[in-house]
């Protein structure tokens, strides 16, 4: 007999992360195996739910409908193997990705309390400062910092980072310091690779957008604030990630009469709205943990 739940989960896996290498990646199978099963499930259908190009994959109508009820059947069916299986007792493994410095800095200290009192979990962390693929990496959540582009994806704020603007004290004694939002035009300022050029200063007052140049842009959060600490220019970091190092003056806050906007920090879901008990448990442990940010 036909496996319908496996061809559904490698159609959702193929869709979600639009590759069925990374598909069959994650899910242990051979590429040509993953592609046969989707071809199957075409076939059973009757309908083409995919587009396959030498580049990417693609939903046609068809396959966007499936997609959106395969994900409610699959959340139903884990609903109730999570009920048979007595899941609320909490065993298994969870897998997390996370950007390096909010897994070192946040997450991983918050699994202490987690692990001690849920003794039968394991965790699994995937640490990775590029935007990860839930689907194709096999994780059951990942924490994401900023806005959120996966709307097809069920996610919860778990915390809210303040942000600061910081340079090194040899920085400041080359340079000057800046007095006000209008002087970061005249410095250089370390770029976190956004596409962004513009920092965004807010006062009790007003606020402002200061469009600033740079010379330097790092892909990864601590090259960022080793670039800060190296006098390098003015970075705008975390205090989750700056704050030993502000401690220890090998660094010191600009312009702390303005502030930035928190960065939010979101727990994202694969596959539905509604994630595993075990899962939910490690998020609300987040929220609680992670308030105070």
């Given at each position: ?82 009920a048979v299986r007595q899941i609320d007792s909490l065993i298994g493994t969870i897998r997390i990705g996370t950007s390096i410095v909010f897994g070192t800095k946040a997450i991983i200290p918050a699994l202490t309390k987690f692990l001690k009192r849920y003794p039968n979990l394991k965790v ?170």
């Amino acid at each position: 007999m036909n496996n319908k739940w496996l061809e559904v989960e490698v159609f959702i896996r193929v869709a979600e992360s639009g590759s069925f290498t990374k598909a069959a990646q994650g899910l242990n199978l051979s590429q040509p195996s993953t592609s046969r099963i989707v071809t199957e499930l075409e076939n059973r259908l009757g309908s083409k739910l995919l587009l396959r190009s030498t580049r990417n994959v693609t939903l046609t109508d068809s396959g966007k409908e499936f997609l959106s009820r395969a994900r409610h059947a699959v959340a139903e069916l884990n609903e109730a193997e999570d009920a048979v299986r007595q899941i609320d007792s909490l065993i298994g493994t969870i897998r997390i990705g996370t950007s390096i410095v909010f897994g070192t800095k946040a997450i991983i200290p918050a699994l202490t309390k987690f692990l001690k009192r849920y003794p039968n979990l394991k965790v699994e962390i995937k640490m990775d400062d590029e935007r990860q693929n839930l689907i194709a990496a096999g994780l059951d959540l990942s924490i994401r910092m900023g806005h959120l582009e996966d709307s097809a994806f069920g996610a919860t704020q778990i915390a809210s980072v303040e942000r600061m603007l910081v340079a090194s004290p040899d920085y400041i004694s080359e340079f000057g310091t800046p007095r006000t939002p209008d002087d970061l035009m005249k410095h250089e300022i370390i770029n976190h690779d956004t596409g962004d050029n513009t920092i965004k200063l807010h006062s009790q007052s007003r606020s402002f957008d200061i469009t600033v140049g740079s010379k330097i842009k790092i892909d990864a959060a601590p090259g960022v604030l080793a670039a800060a600490v190296a006098g390098l220019g003015i970075a705008n970091v975390t205090t989750l990630m700056s704050a030993q190092d502000l401690k220890e003056g090998k660094l010191v806050q600009i312009l702390p009469e303005y502030y930035l906007e928190p960065l939010s920090a979101f727990a994202v879901f694969p596959s539905g709205p509604r994630p595993s008990a075990k899962v939910r448990a490690l998020v609300e442990h987040f929220k609680s943990e992670l308030a105070s940010l």
